[in-house]
């Protein structure tokens, strides 16, 4: 009896023994089958390929249809990632060796979903704001598909103009690109320099994100749940260090993960605008350096005429595009012989010159011409362009601002206003054409003026010929 008991038991631990190895075996070849598969996926993503099988037929059609960049990083197909922002997002500054957030995310994206990263990164330094972004965007190639945007702004905005800002942005990136799924983060600087407005442009940002249907990454949230003190992720002028610049990446990596498990496809239909006069921002004229006629070493002219035949028209806030170089920056804007207003921005960065794009006023109501003046030749060689958009009461749009009165150049005779109402001798097209880095200079100081001294609202008609948006 007790033999016999004994023959059972080992038997039964023989059977065990047994199942184990067979369970072990089959585990073993399923996650080899699942690497593979994998592997392969993978790979013809790399070459542009997809599965012939192992995906249900609707995915399928939706992938091949109204695809989501959350939909796209599931099936392992190429992205490519707009990247619109300030100093953070271009991560100037780092050491030798440091890798940037926005690399760290292309290659962690791409070891997770196996799908091929492609990262457009239009950041521009410190100091640069949403109406940098909003020109970078609207300068940018229209016939290159995005499949996201990640904007990383909100450090260098008044509060007070940031929201309007924002939305025109958002607005100008839904428009401009179907099907480009909108990622905004709220810098860390909402955590490591209070002082400044970063908690209000923080709570507009989330509030306009969840309007226009987008993901909102807290990078200050990254930091506080970390359990560590801030300091440990930062470097100079609050700049994150090489582990901050890792945590940046896991966060937005971390907020993209739920999204892309429970992919959706893109959501194509219009959004109502949360503030009316964000439509102005819907206007948008580049007019490059090359189109004015240099009429000194320090002043450019252009003459209503020959904005008209590059389709400006409907439009009154003034932007413009240029170089800072070391010390002293000067730029005024004259409309019909008036001043508008102008720009005085002290530079001491690292390199020669640097490149901003800035509001200078609004109502440009033109009938004769636009004069753009700077305090130095050195600076008017560094200048790129002007900026059109739609009319933007100042009180709206820019608070009180003093900046350098420089002496007027000549006014236009009468017989030269009517002006040569041709393109740039060169056919460059004012939206298409965009500015190239000139060298470094030095300015004089003047007097100085504010621009509430000129703040009339004017609706703007440039002229009346056709509306030529980008």
């Not at 905004?184 to 249907?213: C, F, K, M, W």
């Not at 966060?251 to 429970?262: F, K, N």
């Amino acid at each position: 009896m007790k033999r016999a008991v004994l023959l059972t038991v080992l038997l039964l631990i023989l059977l065990a023994a047994g199942l184990s190895v067979y369970v072990g075996r089959v585990t073993a070849e399923r996650d080899a089958w699942n690497k593979s598969v994998q592997n392969g996926k993978r790979a013809m993503a790399a070459e542009g390929k997809k599965p012939e099988s192992g995906e249900s037929e609707a995915v399928k059609t939706v992938s091949e249809g109204k695809a989501s960049f959350y939909q796209k990083l599931h099936d392992s197909e190429k992205v490519r990632i707009l990247i619109l922002g300030d100093h953070f997002a271009e991560s100037s500054g780092l050491p030798d060796g440091v890798e940037s957030w926005t690399a760290i995310l292309q290659k962690e994206l791409s070891e997770r979903y196996g799908s091929e990263v492609e990262i457009v990164n239009l950041a521009l330094p410190e100091g640069n704001d949403a109406y940098s972004a909003y020109v970078q965007l609207e300068n940018a190639p229209k016939d290159e598909s995005m499949d996201a945007a990640i904007l990383c702004l909100g450090s260098y905005d008044e509060s007070f103009s940031f929201r309007l800002r924002y939305e025109g942005l958002l607005r100008t990136l839904r428009l401009k690109y179907e099907k480009c799924s909108l990622i905004s983060l709220i810098e860390s600087v909402a955590l490591t320099d209070p002082g400044r407005n970063a908690d209000e442009t923080a709570s507009y940002i989330r509030e306009l994100t969840e309007h226009y249907q987008g993901l909102t990454v807290n990078e200050a949230e990254a930091y506080a749940m970390s359990g560590e003190d801030y300091s440990r992720f930062t470097g100079e002028n609050h700049i994150p260090n090489a582990e901050g610049q890792k945590l940046w990446a896991k966060w937005i990596l971390d907020g993209i993960a739920p999204l892309v498990s429970s992919y959706q496809g893109y959501d194509s239909a219009e959004i109502e605008r949360k503030d009316p006069d964000a439509a102005a921002y819907d206007h948008y004229f580049y007019v490059p350096s090359s189109a004015f006629s240099r009429i000194d070493d320090h002043s450019f002219r252009i003459s209503a005429a020959e904005l008209q035949a590059l389709s400006v028209s409907d439009a009154s806030l003034l932007g413009i595009d240029w170089q800072w170089v070391q010390g002293q920056n000067d730029v005024n804007a004259l409309i019909d012989g008036q001043l508008l207003g102008g720009r005085t921005e002290n530079y001491s960065g690292d390199q020669d010159s640097e490149r901003h794009i800035q509001i200078i006023g609004d109502g440009a109501n033109i009938s004769s011409d636009l004069t753009m003046t700077f305090a130095s030749e050195q600076q008017a060689d560094q200048f790129k362009g002007v900026i059109f958009s739609g009319s933007i009461p100042l009180t709206r749009e820019t608070k009180e601002r003093e900046f350098t009165v420089l002496p007027a150049p000549a006014p236009m005779e009468s017989e030269t206003a009517a002006g040569d109402a041709s393109a740039p001798s060169d056919g460059t097209s004012a939206s298409e054409s965009l500015p190239q880095e000139v060298p470094e200079t030095q300015a004089p100081e003047s007097g100085v003026m504010s621009e509430s001294d000129n703040t009339d609202e004017v609706i703007l008609g440039i002229g009346d010929g056709p509306v030529g948006e980008s």
